[in-house]
């Protein structure tokens, strides 16, 4: 079954620097998400994308967060200085056109850890 | 706004007993609602999913969830839970907001199963 990839698996980082966490959604997908989960909290909305354009944020995701599309395969969040309170899991989707949320697939994470 | 409450965050079933996660959700119109599980090291998985039709759905691996409109719930179930079901299980919510599927989940709740 295709899958949606997540690397890296951890990522560590210190407070104030810039982090990038990569996806390779599933290859014929066109509508793309962020999630997230603070530890021992929901599973988050961060961000919706389409046809290289944000269609949805939620309140989280500010100035520092934003997201790309860099060459056809790659879904990349950017935190731009990391703050303490960005540590937790994220989760990275994608989905095909047409389909409804039952064909929404999730990667397996990055665990980010700002120290 | 829409909200998911999964009121366990811990549950402790022997194997070969019966299983009941609830969830309990608000949402202004007829809800979209899913089960998803996420093994250690893995992605978010989809259960079973409700759209209309059927209050009862059936999903994979032998899990069946009924949808209540009166009690505002969407409780999983198992009748015989088998080891390797132990996960984090997420009950959610969803509504498609133009290109997006924004999901709203729940806190999750960790299934440990005894032999």
């Known amino acids: 079954e295709p899958e949606v990839t997540q690397t890296p698996s951890h990522q560590v980082t210190q407070m104030g620097q810039e982090v990038i966490l990569r996806c390779v959604p599933i290859?014929?997908?066109?509508?793309f998400y962020w999630y997230r989960q603070i530890l021992g909290q929901k599973v988050e909305f961060l961000v919706s994308?389409?046809?290289?354009?944000?269609?949805?944020k939620s309140e989280i995701f500010d100035d520092q967060f934003s997201v790309e599309r860099p060459d056809g395969s790659n879904f990349t969040l950017k935190i731009r200085s990391t703050k303490l309170e960005d540590s937790a899991m994220y989760f990275c989707?994608?989905?095909?056109?047409?389909?409804?949320?039952?064909?929404?697939?999730f990667g397996s994470g990055t665990q980010l850890s700002v120290l | 706004a829409q909200s998911v409450t999964q009121p366990d965050i811990h549950i402790t079933v022997s194997e070969g007993a019966s299983l009941e996660l609830r969830c309990n959700y608000s949402?202004?119109?007829?809800?979209?609602l899913f089960w998803y599980v996420q093994s250690p090291g893995q992605g978010l998985q989809l259960l079973l999913k409700?759209?209309?039709?059927?209050?009862l759905v059936q999903g994979i691996k032998g899990f069946e969830a009924e949808f209540k409109r009166s009690q505002s719930s969407f409780n999983l179930r198992k009748p015989s839970v088998h080891w390797s079901d132990a996960a984090e299980y997420f009950c959610?919510?969803?509504?498609?907001?133009?290109?997006?599927?924004?999901?709203?989940f729940g806190t999750g709740t960790q299934l440990k199963v005894e032999l």
């Open positions: 949402y202004g119109a007829t809800p979209y």
């Open positions: 994308f389409y046809n290289n354009e944000i269609s949805e």
């Open positions: 409700y759209f209309s039709g059927d209050t």
């Open positions: 989707a994608s989905r095909y056109r047409g389909e409804t949320n039952e064909k929404l697939f």
């Open positions: 290859s014929n997908h066109l509508y």
């Open positions: 959610a919510v969803g509504r498609v907001t133009g290109g997006g599927n924004k999901l709203t």
